[in-house]
């Protein structure tokens, strides 16, 4: 009996690598969304550290400490917006990710379905072999 050979090989092969590089894409978009969120800490610790000022001061200095307080809170919304933007990407990746991977997976369960048949395949021409090799010594034994 010949060797089983998937039809469909270098399809799943292929299919295959598809799921790693949308996994890979999932895992990178992953990464950075926590980089961003990270980024968000980062700027409410800035901003959280920032007070307003307080008490008699020059014009100037008062100007330059609520600039910095508004650039501080300008900062945290563009972070909170960056995060957002990447956890958008994430679950765009993570639905291409699940599509590669039902892909794949049905090609392997095809795969399974036709190595099962192959041996029943195998089996049943085994035991014809065998069922051949016994009616044949009988045959022989019969006329001696």
Not at 15 to 27: G, K, M, N, T
Not at 67 to 78: H, I, K, M
Not at 79 to 91: F, G, N, P, S, Y
């Amino acid at each position: 009996m010949k060797r089983f050979r998937f039809r469909l090989d270098q399809v799943l092969h292929v299919r295959r690598v598809q799921e790693d590089l949308a996994r890979f894409s999932l895992l990178s978009a992953n990464r950075d969304a926590q980089l961003a969120a990270a980024r968000v800490d980062e700027r409410l610790a800035e901003y959280a550290d920032r007070r307003m000022p307080t008490g008699p001061q020059p014009y100037a200095d008062f100007e330059r400490a609520v600039f910095l307080l508004d650039s501080a809170a300008g900062a945290v919304g563009v972070a909170r917006a960056t995060q957002r933007e990447k956890l958008e990407i994430v679950d765009v990746r993570r639905v291409e990710w699940t599509d590669a991977r039902r892909r794949v997976a049905a090609l392997e369960r095809l795969e399974a379905r036709r190595r099962a048949e192959h041996a029943v395949e195998v089996q049943r021409a085994e035991d014809q072999l065998v069922d051949d090799l016994v009616v044949g010594r009988h045959a022989r034994g019969v006329r001696a």
